[in-house]
């Protein structure tokens, strides 16, 4: 028998209905018109949004289990979400939006030893007096690797990233790091690591936390219950423990004691570390030696800024999963002027995807050249004074204080130019504003720099290279 839409859907209802109550079955799924069946897709047309993402939420499980019997493993669903408001039109109009096919992340029950142990552990993410030890993952599913788009810029990282999600604390990646500048993947990369381990192996403990929320609860945990041992506890029974922004940790010395005590002991018993940090462990600071050097124990993997053909991909997978179509052109404008970082990337998708929407626009070149346009300017914006003068003193090797002096040594004069011709070119700030921050200069003086500066250019090589060094260290 030929398989269609309505035949593979009819006994995808069978199957549900025998495994979910009455009254679930007549409201989610009896409303609900298969569409369409392209090798191995099932496409079925859903009343509304919120409809599908109640679906989504509660019943991906069972749906997956169903297709999967009718269509086998490769089997995919897809929605066809009716738009509100577009009743009153004869042809409905929809959008289409593939399963994720990923249920919420579930409880961890994980049964303690009691060795070492005279009183229950207490998990210092459930409120105290809670008697069962629920571990909570953290992780969130849409976080995975299928999400994940490969290119040269993470290409080592992806791949270490998934050797250890298939054998945790089983390969020479332990610890693993991940490094890399803000909005590159670190913190998605890391919990793909971990939802792809609970996929393969349901049974070990994965638990992922920033280093704030880890800071806070040794903080917690040290000050006002006095139970440091029952922290440690908690922190060496994980299996695979994700530590996202370890820099935190920076000059944070009883914190770093725990964190090695946890780490040793992990690391000993064959369990998995994966730790994301935004510096090399050779760039850190305020970090013990001891530390550091376990940091460089296992492999470090840099996430760099995607290069075009990746934007490409992490655009459409963005737009796909969004339910959006959107002409190529526009995606090509994107991808070509948001280089640096991938967090940018999804606002302007985000800002696209909502102007269209509120002004009934189409998915323009035009539009997008708007949105583009402004957030390359709130980029601009947020260049303060404070922070040009702290990259012009790095790019000199001089300390702050030296540049903000009333030293004349000329090397430092010319630094200092550098600042406030800079502050005045990129900030809003006015010329006495400037000269305030900049060592309580007056206006005049500001004024003569930016014009000092200018003339320098014009006639001394190497003061333009320092120009343009400079220009490019403030453009990110
Ligand atoms: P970081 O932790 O390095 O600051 P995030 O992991 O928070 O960055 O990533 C920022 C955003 O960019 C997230 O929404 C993430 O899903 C997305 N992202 C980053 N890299 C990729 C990639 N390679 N493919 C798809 N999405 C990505
Ligand atoms: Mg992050």
């Known amino acids: 028998m030929i398989k269609t839409a309505e035949t593979v859907w009819a006994a995808c209802l069978e199957f549900i209905k025998d495994n979910i109550t009455p009254v679930g079955f007549k409201t989610w799924f009896e409303p609900i018109v298969p569409v369409k069946l392209e090798g191995g897709a099932l496409t079925i047309q859903v009343p509304s949004k919120f409809f599908f993402e109640f679906l989504e939420e509660n019943y991906v499980k069972i749906l997956r289990s169903a297709l999967v019997r009718e269509l086998g493993k490769e089997a995919r669903l897809l929605y066809d979400v009716r738009l509100e408001n577009s009743y009153s039109s004869k042809v409905p109009q929809t959008v289409k939006i593939p399963s994720s096919n990923r249920a919420p992340m579930q409880p961890q029950n994980v049964n303690f030893p009691s060795k070492n142990i005279s009183r229950e552990v207490k998990n210092p993410f459930v409120i105290p007096g809670l008697q069962k030890v629920k571990v909570e993952s953290n992780l969130n599913p849409n976080y995975c690797f299928e999400n994940f788009m490969e290119g040269e810029s993470n290409r080592l990282g992806r791949s270490a990233g998934m050797a250890v999600a298939n054998k945790p604390g089983g390969t020479s990646f332990n610890p693993l790091m991940i490094y890399g500048g803000v909005g590159l993947g670190k913190t998605h990369l890391a919990h793909a690591i971990g939802v792809q381990v609970k996929d393969k192996y349901p049974d070990k403990t994965v638990l992922y936390v920033s280093t704030e929320k880890f800071i806070q609860q040794y903080g917690d945990a040290v000050l006002k219950n006095n139970n440091r041992n029952d922290f440690l506890h908690f922190y060496q029974m994980i299996d695979v423990l994700i530590v996202d922004d370890i820099q935190f940790l920076s000059g944070k010395t009883k914190t770093q004691d725990a964190f090695f005590q946890i780490f040793n002991e992990l690391h000993q018993n064959g369990k998995q570390v994966i730790l994301t940090s935004d510096k090399a462990p050779v760039d850190m600071q305020d970090i013990e030696q001891r530390l550091l050097s376990r940091f460089k124990w296992g492999l470090s993997a840099e996430l760099q800024a995607p290069d075009y053909e990746t934007r490409i991909n992490i655009l459409k997978n963005r737009l796909y999963r969004d339910g959006v179509e ?141 120009v343009d060094d400079i220009s490019k260290k403030l453009s990110f």
Do not use: W
């Not at 995807?353 to 998915?363: G, L, V």
């Not at 004349?408 to 400037?434: D, E, G």
């Not at 206006?443 to 333009?464: G, I, M, P, S």
């Open 326 to 466: 959107v002409p190529e052109e526009v995606i090509e404008f994107i991808a070509k002027h948001i280089k640096t970082n991938v967090r940018e990337l999804e606002g302007v998708v985000t800002s696209l995807i909502a102007q269209s929407a509120f002004n009934k626009k189409e998915f323009s070149l035009t539009l997008a050249k708007g949105i583009v346009d402004k957030f390359v300017k709130n980029t601009k914006k947020e260049v303060s004074v404070d922070y040009i003068q702290k990259v012009v003193s790095k790019y000199f090797e001089i300390d702050l204080a030296t540049l903000q002096s009333k030293t004349r040594k000329r090397h430092i004069v010319q630094a200092r130019q550098l600042a406030m011709y800079f502050s005045k070119k990129l900030t809003k700030s006015s010329l006495a504003s400037i000269g305030s921050q900049i060592g309580k200069r007056d206006h005049a003086t500001v004024l003569h720099a930016c014009k000092t500066v200018d003339n320098l250019t014009a006639t001394d090589k190497q003061f333009k290279k320092y």
